[in-house]
């Protein structure tokens, strides 16, 4: 079966590629040989292809820059899907779009399900929620994953950047008052291929490590892990920060945006691994070598 990635070289679209690699025929375009925002070239390019599974990866994901570039951002978070998900549905293919917590406000204080309104409260959440709506309103049987807080070995992330800074200084710091799910990149490449048979309902997935912690939790159990490992880390614990006091956030960020994840583990028949465990074993993978 031919799958094409799109963003084949993000932080999860490198995961996907590699994962898939090994049984499916995996087609992978990087900004490099394909630039999305050129929707002629896009159009052209997949023209040919014969595919079965369309898997877009590639976003603005700079929630910041967002601000700034608003017509931007809905051309790659909200057109962009729209064309792919109209390409797929020429060829009788599936196109698997993967989303965001950001859709939502954080108002509500427990994990929200696919069913809960969107309420976007920043320009990268409102264009990946209109990006949503686009994929779905041209075929129901394509699928929008939204993940949170997602982390890997291709692209830094928050944990890398906490792990770097606790090598070097005896002090770190992180936000205490946000809360929301880690993501490994690895899990959703081993939970997603259940979701290419066409047959599969398509819609609204959440999908993340299970639990829910905040910024502060998330970075002392990553040193905690590193400790345990023996890794020569400067600083032992990480002090909190209030969202408040992050001067140089330019967009809104939802305060609570943990996502349930009751629907994929009744797919599934069972809940994705736990954050901590998740997170335990990417300290392990990659910063023991
Ligand atoms: N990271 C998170 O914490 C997080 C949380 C929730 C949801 N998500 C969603 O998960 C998905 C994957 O995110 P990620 O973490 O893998 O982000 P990422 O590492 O920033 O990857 C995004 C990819 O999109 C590509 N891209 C951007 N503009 C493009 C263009 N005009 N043409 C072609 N490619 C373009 C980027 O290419 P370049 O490398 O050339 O820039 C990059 O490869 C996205 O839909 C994102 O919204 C991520």
């Not at 779905?136 to 070995?153: D, E, N, T």
């Not at 912690?213 to 159990?221: F, G, K, L, P, T």
Request: net charge neutral; hydrophobic share 40%.
């Amino acid at each position: 079966m031919k799958i094409v990635i799109i963003g084949s070289n993000g932080r999860l679209g490198t995961e996907l590629a590699r994962a898939y690699h090994k049984n499916y025929e995996v087609i992978g375009y990087n900004r490099a040989a394909l630039d999305v925002e050129n929707l002629a070239q896009l159009r052209e390019t997949l023209h040919p292809i014969d595919f079965r599974i369309l898997i877009n990866c590639a976003a603005f994901t700079n929630v910041d820059l967002c601000e700034s570039q608003r017509k931007r951002a809905f051309i790659i978070n909200s057109e962009v899907p729209r064309e792919l998900a109209e390409i797929c549905r020429a060829k009788n293919a599936k196109l698997i779009h993967f989303s965001t917590d950001y859709v939502f406000d954080g108002e509500k204080r427990e994990p929200y399900l696919e069913s809960d309104p969107a309420n976007p409260i920043s320009v990268y959440g409102e264009s990946k929620r209109a990006g949503e709506e686009n994929v779905l309103a041209v075929l129901g049987r394509h699928l929008v994953v939204r993940v949170s807080w997602v982390f890997g070995p291709d692209r830094p992330s928050f944990i890398d950047a906490v792990i770097k800074r606790a090598l070097t200084e005896e002090q770190v710091d992180a936000i205490a008052d946000k809360f929301a799910t880690p993501t490994y990149t690895k899990d959703i490449a081993e939970m997603l291929p259940r979701f290419f048979d066409t047959d599969v309902a398509g819609g609204i997935l959440h999908f993340a490590n299970a639990g829910e912690c905040s910024w502060q939790e998330y970075a002392q159990h990553a040193l905690d892990c590193c400790h345990k490992l023996g890794l020569p880390l400067k600083a032992r614990t990480v002090a909190p920060l209030k969202l408040s006091d992050m001067k140089n956030f330019i967009a809104r960020r939802p305060v609570y945006s943990v996502l349930s994840t009751s629907k994929f583990n009744a797919l599934a028949g069972a809940p994705p691994r736990s954050w901590q465990d998740a997170v335990a074993e990417y300290v392990r993978s990659y910063f023991c070598a």
